[in-house]
């Protein structure tokens, strides 16, 4: 018997456990959970993929296509202040809806909309905040899909 299981009150086997429940600490904190694809992170039901390398807004939307997803609907906070903490700018899923003079509204890929005022160009982009840019700037961007 190990030191652990002497102290266990139902006799089972402790170390086993706390072997599972460092396995699940881990993976939660390592962010990575089997209802999503490697690489990808787990918050609040949803996957979501950052990416390493820079295309433009339209090959980032292919990217997610080919991937399963769709450029992500950053309205999570954890999401965005993952952006902030990067100090990258992503393209997100926020596609452009209609303007009017200096404003400008997208609709997100979940049909919400949003309303951008600051930058220039057609499409908006997430840094510390979201910002209208060029659509053939290449940026990192964020992919998202439901968890299975």
């Known amino acids: 018997m190990t030191r652990f299981e002497t102290f ?15 396995e699940f600490a881990f993976l939660t904190l390592e962010g990575r959970s089997p209802r ?5 992170i787990t918050i609040n039901d949803k996957c979501y993929f950052f990416s390493e390398t820079n295309k433009s807004r339209t090959d980032s939307a292919k990217d997610c296509e080919e991937r399963g997803s769709s ?21 997100v899923g926020l596609s452009p809806y209609n303007k009017h003079g200096e404003t400008w509204t997208g609709r997100w890929t979940d049909g919400s909309m949003e309303t951008v005022s600051e930058g220039t160009g057609s ?26």
């Open 8 to 22: 266990s009150p139902r006799g089972d086997n402790l170390s086993a456990r706390l072997d599972k429940a460092t």
């Open 36 to 40: 999503c694809p490697d690489l990808w």
């Open 123 to 148: 499409c908006a982009k997430l840094g510390s905040r979201l910002i209208l840019e060029n659509c053939y700037t290449n940026l990192h961007w964020i992919c998202e899909r439901d968890a299975v």
């Open 71 to 91: 450029l992500a609907t950053v309205k999570e906070e954890t999401i965005r202040r993952l952006v902030t903490i990067t100090g990258k700018e992503f393209w």
